[in-house]
């Protein structure tokens, strides 16, 4: 993605120093959604003090489908943007003449390479130049209420520096620790935590018992990710004298740290995931859903043995149902309105990243050790200590400081067309229901596409061993099987109830490998020998047999027929066997209670009992809500709330009175795929 395309009038004259473009239109980045946010520009040539710089006043924002805030945000109106530091070569570079002819377009193929130099045009700058410290600090003010954050930014970064230069800032210690404070929560509300927790210090190396400062810098490093600092300066701000302190916020902040560090260090996310799947109210839309901490304590990255690349492995043993990890996205997208289009937030969460990257070394660090579309066979093993809470607090330093803000590494480094390479690599969009989301399978189809880090290092497998529900921007990972210490993590990147026959090779060569997982090898092996039922299986699978009552009956005569074939495998093969034709066996079933009274052409007995078939499902696809509905609905295996609780239980970590709401809300046939299947039988006359 990534690419900034500027329209210059033809009449502008080339060149860098002293070169001129009037009236030329930037169309920030966004390949795949290429016209989404119109800026207009005027680029003028700079006043050499500042060499090789092409300085752009940007008049007005028009034409976007991004709220005129953010647009704002990344190029306000009257903003002053620059290319700083290129050579006429790099500039020629990185502006492309896209279509030459009477409206050339240019093209910026590193848009961090842009950066606000103000926010305020020339007029009004010269007028701020002139102001005193004071009046800088009115008009800071007056421009943070008015939530133009990037505008005070810059004046009370004015403000401070008029301070500093006054020669003695003993004088002015107070004005200049309020300066550094005010220009903190600018930047907490800007989500540049760095430069907010850098202010801070600033601001208490000047008066170490300012409980403002002190309350933001726990704010800090809260976002920070380091919530054991965090809470250790929160707690000390609260015996201080903060005018924050107003209605607990203090204490509220501190209580919020302390959840999070709990969470992060013990996995202690009982009560938050419990609320979340109970209360209709807490999770109706993905977009109100609670924020949490991240949670890895139990794995690491491992370079594989078998040719996969790296992979997420276990440094503990787990036991089916425990916590392995929670991930929260690196950026993330919502369908909003009918609008939207997944190319649309696939522009966004891309945009996003890069404005991440922009803003920390440290998120380009990390996003950099994922793979993009060319490096399929990465072997470079990152260190855990880039990702992760308590980084700083655990290894006994300082957090970052300004040296992780973008301006200080090389700018050439966020490359934004391989940001978008790398999301399309390894980015996860809901478009379906083949990973085992079981909180969107209760909420209600909620459509979304992101890039969460450490489960991007997550290998599949047809025989997973994790399951995933996502609250929010949190990517839960439960274990569904029990794990040993140095056991691979895997999850399903398909619908593992395909058969590898119908689907699931297809799928996996789609993703560009072969999957070799035991499934696979058993299906293979058995590939020959099952040809002729496997391609009538498929067949009617495709023809809908949901549907069409005579498929059904077709693939119900095909369960005997396995089962003659499969009668001397092992039990795992025999599983794995009924599971990729399971579809033939619910057949069986459902023709065997339809057809009572009238001809039956198939007999009870000819195929294991519903409870065997539950118990092969469950060895293939535990912990996964659609294996549930199959047995409850279509294999008519009674459930008890207890062995619901326990296999709910297997897919988030859930006591019995969560597996009873959530067994209510099923039999309520709430589940969006039973709504979905119930218009369709309903269409079909099959349902009223
Ligand atoms: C999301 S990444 C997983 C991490 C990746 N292995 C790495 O080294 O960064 C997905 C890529 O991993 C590889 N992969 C995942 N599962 C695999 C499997 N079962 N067999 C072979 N390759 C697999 C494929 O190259 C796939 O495109």
Not at 553 to 574: M, N
């Amino acid at each position: 993605m990534a690419d900034v395309q500027a329209a210059a009038a033809t009449s502008s004259r080339s060149g860098l120093c002293g070169e001129l473009f009037h009236d030329a239109f930037l169309i920030p980045w966004s390949p795949s959604a290429p016209l989404r946010v119109c800026v207009g520009l005027q680029l003028q040539a700079d006043s050499g003090v500042r060499y090789n710089r092409v300085t752009l006043h940007i008049h007005h924002a028009a034409s976007s489908d991004t709220p005129p805030s953010s647009v704002q945000r990344l190029y306000p109106k009257g903003a002053m943007v620059s290319f700083p530091g290129l050579s006429a070569k790099d500039f020629s570079n990185r502006l492309v003449h896209r279509e030459p002819g009477t409206f050339p377009f240019l093209t910026v193929k590193v848009p961090s390479m842009l950066q606000v130099l103000s926010f305020f045009p020339p007029t009004v700058m010269v007028t701020f130049q002139s102001m005193d410290s004071s009046q800088l600090k009115d008009q800071g003010n007056y421009h943070f209420r008015q939530k133009n954050y990037d505008g005070a930014v810059q004046l009370y970064g004015m403000c401070i520096d008029k301070l500093v230069a006054s020669g003695d800032p003993a004088i002015d210690a107070k004005s200049l620790v309020l300066a550094y404070c005010n220009r903190a929560q600018c930047f907490l509300l800007l989500g540049r935590w760095i430069e907010a927790y850098d202010d801070c210090i600033k601001a208490l190396e000047l008066d170490p018992h300012h409980g403002k400062s002190s309350f933001r810098l726990g704010k800090a490093l809260h976002h920070m990710q380091e919530y054991s600092l965090a809470c250790d300066v929160l707690e000390k701000t609260g015996e201080r004298n903060c005018p924050e302190n107003t209605g607990g916020v203090v204490a509220e902040q501190l209580e919020k740290s302390r959840t999070f560090l709990a969470q992060s260090t013990l996995g202690n996310y009982g009560e938050f995931l419990q609320k979340y799947l109970t209360s209709a109210e807490s999770c109706k839309a993905g977009h109100n859903a609670p924020e949490c901490s991240e949670y890895l304590e139990p794995v690491a990255i491992r370079l594989t043995p078998d040719g996969k690349g790296r992979g997420l492995f276990a440094t503990k043993d787990l036991k089916a149902g425990s916590l392995v990890l929670v991930s929260n996205a690196m950026a993330m997208a919502r369908w909003k309105n009918s609008k939207d289009t997944f190319r649309s937030l696939q522009g966004d969460v891309v945009t996003e990243l890069v404005q991440r990257c922009m803003r920390s070394k440290a998120d380009l660090q990390r996003l950099d050790t994922l793979p993009d579309s060319s490096q399929s066979k990465r072997t470079d093993v990152p260190s855990m200590s880039l990702f992760g809470p308590n980084q700083a607090a655990r290894a006994g330093v300082e957090p970052p400081q300004g040296h992780a803000i973008i301006r200080d590494c090389q700018l050439e480094d966020v490359d934004a067309e391989r940001i978008e390479r790398i999301f399309l690599t390894t980015g996860y969009a809901s478009d379906g229901e083949h990973r085992s989301d079981l909180a969107r399978a209760l909420i209600g189809a909620d459509l979304f596409c992101g890039l969460w880090l450490l489960p991007s290092f997550i290998n599949h497998s047809c025989f997973s061993n994790l399951s995933q529900i996502d609250v929010g921007r949190a990517a839960f990972f439960h274990a569904t099987r029990d794990i040993n210490a140095g056991d691979e993590l895997t999850v399903s990147y398909i619908d593992a109830h395909d058969s590898w026959a119908l689907y699931r090779r297809q799928r996996c060569s789609q993703f560009g490998f072969e999957c070799h997982c035991k499934r696979c090898a058993v299906e293979a092996a058995y590939d020959e020998k099952i040809k002729h039922i496997s391609s009538v299986y498929t067949e009617n699978m495709v023809y809908n047999s949901f549907i069409d009552p005579g498929a059904q009956r077709f693939l119900a005569g095909l369960a005997p027929q396995i089962e003659a074939v499969i009668q001397d495998a092992s039990d795992e093969e025999k599983y794995i066997i009924q599971t990729a034709y399971i579809a033939a066996y619910v057949s069986y079933y459902m023709e065997i209670r339809s057809s009572a009274g009238s001809s039956i052409l198939i007999h009870e007995g000819e195929v294991p009992p519903p409870a065997s078939l539950a118990r092969a499902l469950r060895f293939c696809v535990p912990g996964h809500y659609k294996t549930i509905c199959r047995l409850r609905d279509e294999l008519y295996v009674p459930l008890e709330v207890s062995d619901f609780c326990s296999w709910i239980g297997s897919d988030c970590g859930q006591n019995e009175q969560t597996g009873l709401e959530l067994l209510r809300r099923m039999e309520a046939g709430t589940w969006p795929w039973q709504i979905r299947m119930n218009k369709q039988m309903a269409q079909h006359g099959l349902r009223n």
